[in-house]
């Protein structure tokens, strides 16, 4: 079982970026699934979830409004449209699944992608 995220890169501030999550296995279509994000010298820190069903989102303060996290059961893909970035959102962006629901909490995901980076300059 395998989570593999892409679609990070260097945009300027005010930029858009669109983040994925390919799943390998069809069980996640049934999980919960979550994006993190680490900057340099900081801790992981809760981005956004989204229900198995795709019904019901959650965000982190500092992302609503510019940020949103969709999913695509048939294709076993979770996305992160980011929009109207800040330097602030520099970091590596981690998705995140797990049999336990969305949650905001990065201890209740079993499974973890190996990140894509993502800089915003200003």
């Known amino acids: 079982v395998q989570l593999q995220a892409f679609g990070g890169g260097l945009v300027q501030a005010g930029g858009s970026l669109r983040l994925s999550c390919a799943a390998s296995?069809?069980?996640?279509?049934?999980?919960?699934m979550g994006w993190f994000r680490q900057a340099p010298g900081k801790e992981r820190e809760f981005v956004a979830a989204?229900?198995?069903?795709?019904?019901?989102?959650y965000y982190a303060d500092f992302v609503k409004g510019r940020f949103t996290i969709s999913r695509d059961r048939a294709k076993n893909t979770v996305s992160l449209q980011m929009n109207s970035l800040k330097p602030e959102d520099t970091a590596v962006y981690y998705c995140?699944?797990?049999?336990?629901?969305?949650?905001?909490?990065?201890?209740?995901?079993?499974?973890w992608g190996q990140g894509t980076e993502v800089t915003v300059s200003s």
């Open positions: 995140a699944g797990g049999p336990r629901g969305a949650t905001t909490r990065y201890d209740e995901y079993d499974y």
């Open positions: 296995a069809r069980t996640f279509s049934n999980y919960g």
């Open positions: 989204i229900t198995w069903s795709g019904s019901t989102t």
